[in-house]
Structure formats: C-alpha cells, structure tokens
C-alpha cells in the first residue's frame, strides 16, 4: 500500500511544461523524388505550421512544379492532383543515373508576386540488379534476442549482390509485402551505408564468413504466409539525403525536450524560405515468395 501511495504522490506533482517558441513566417515545406523508374514521380508541397498549433496543415494549391537537369536538354512538368490537394505528379517518365537534377517551384502569391524555391540532386549510380533475395533468420538460427524483444520469430530479409566500388553509396530499401508497401513514411525507413564493403559480393561467402550479413528488413512470422511474394526496390540515394533522414530522425516525436538542438537540414534554397528534401535516386528490384521452411 505505502508503494501506491508514493506512485499517487509523485504523480499528482506532474504538470504540463509549455516552452516559449519563437514563431517565424511560414515557409514552404517540400517533399519531392525523381528516379529512373517508369512511373508517376511526386511533389508534396505544403506550409510550415506553428510549433504548438492544431489545425490541419495548409497544402499549396496552384504552383508550378517541374524538375529539369542541369544540361537544359529536359524539363519534365508535375501537374497537380484534382483529388488531392497540393500533391503534384509528372507523366510516366524516367530520369537517368548519374545526371544531376533541379527541382523547380513557383508559388503565386496574394499580392502577384511569385514565390520561386528550387533544390537540386545527383542521381546516383546503381548495381545492375540483385542477383537473389533470400528470408532466413539472422545469423542462422541465433535471433533469440529480437526474437524476444518482438514475442514472435523474426524472418529477416537479405540481398545478394555485386556492389560498386564507390563507397559513399548508400541504399535506401524499400519492402512490399504482397505489392504493400510496409514502410510508407520516411521515419520508418531503412538506410545502409555501403563504407567499407564496397566492392564486396553483398551477402557472400566473404561476408558471411565474417559474420558481416546485412539485412534490408524484417517480418514477424505471424504476418508472413506460405507463397506470400515479397519485392524489395533497392533506392541508391545521395549521401546528403542520408543526412537529411538522420537528422529528420532524431527531431521526430513529441518531446522538445529529446530533439536536436537546431532545425533539420534542408537543400531547398533560397535559404530561410522552404525546408524538406528533394531527392533523386536509382533503383533496382528483386522480389521472392516465402517458403514455410520452419
């Protein structure tokens, strides 16, 4: 009885701490891709709201929106969702590897003037493909420790392939389930720094006889069924974008408190006006269907 007495005492001493921010003018937020996929690629664009504030987040409606390399030899037009408020789409289009893109944006404003941000982006270069996928668990059978934390096995998700010799690749991979997409936002997302296995057979004899495997994701058994295809598109992003989803990570949540003490990064320019990213990256996929080996 005497502990739940102090647990009611201590908790009847919290209180709501309000931090005093100092509030700018709004800027353009932008969330913004441009790969070598056949597809619809996408701009978000949308305005910065108060730290505190509640209400729904403004979208930009009516901008001009294109993406262009570096060259002029291509402009390539986003149009704008009737359905969905300030999101904005190409036609199919591809872009290619290694060619240095400039993402366009132009805002009318109340007054007639026209806002313009831009940010530009290196494509990055890419392995051919990926030879295999294969779903194991984590260094054979020793997954005990995750397999605990998560109260289920873990079926773990490695690639096979031969990397480039560059070591500032990074991969982003991204993992369907059945063609759903299982990590939709940033937050959630793997990245893998190639570094020091540069030029290596990813997952090969040499790798694993250093017990160095790497994985790209990871499935709790009770969501996987026999015959269920898994892909996985193997994004090779920048080593700026890297750095844009560290610092994104450690200034997500709720708790001023345990964020960083600056703003996240940006290369939407000019300075001051817009925050976000917009990337460019190559892609190669490989998909396999999971065999109930266990």
Request: hydrophobic content about 40%; proline content about 5%.
């Amino acid at each position: 009885m005497l502990v739940f007495i102090v647990f009611l005492g201590l908790a009847s001493c919290t209180e709501d701490i309000v931090i005093d921010i100092e509030e700018g003018e709004p800027m353009i937020g932008v969330e913004a891709s441009f790969t070598d996929e056949l597809k619809h690629h996408e701009a978000i664009l949308s305005y910065t709201s108060e730290f505190y504030g509640k209400e729904e987040i403004k979208m930009v409606e009516g901008a001009t929106v294109y993406v262009t390399d570096i060259e002029g030899n291509d402009t390539i037009y986003y149009y704008e969702d009737p359905e969905q408020k300030g999101h904005y789409f190409t036609e199919l289009v591809a872009g290619r590897k290694n060619t240095m893109y400039r993402l366009c944006v132009e805002v009318p404003e109340p007054d007639g003037t026209v806002q313009r941000l831009f940010a530009e982006s290196l494509m990055p270069d890419n392995v051919e493909r990926i030879d295999s996928l294969v779903i194991k668990h984590f260094n054979g059978e020793n997954d005990s420790l995750p397999s605990t934390f998560f109260l289920d096995t873990i079926e773990w998700l490695y690639p096979y392939f031969q990397s480039l010799p560059d070591p500032n690749i990074t991969y982003m991979p991204m993992i369907f389930l059945n063609d759903s997409l299982l990590s939709d936002t940033l937050t959630q997302r793997m990245v893998i720094p190639v570094g020091g296995y540069a030029g290596y057979y990813i997952n090969g004899p040499e790798m694993q006889a250093e017990n160095k495997e790497i994985p790209i994701g990871f499935f709790l058994r009770k969501n996987l069924q026999k015959g269920d295809v898994v892909r996985a598109d193997l994004y090779s992003i920048s080593q700026d974008f890297l750095f844009y989803v560290y610092s994104l990570l450690i200034s997500t949540g709720s708790n001023p408190m345990l964020g960083a003490p600056a703003n996240v990064i940006t290369n939407v320019q000019p300075a001051g006006e817009g925050v976000g990213w917009f990337f460019t990256a190559s892609v190669v996929s490989a998909e396999t269907v999971f065999e109930d080996k266990y």
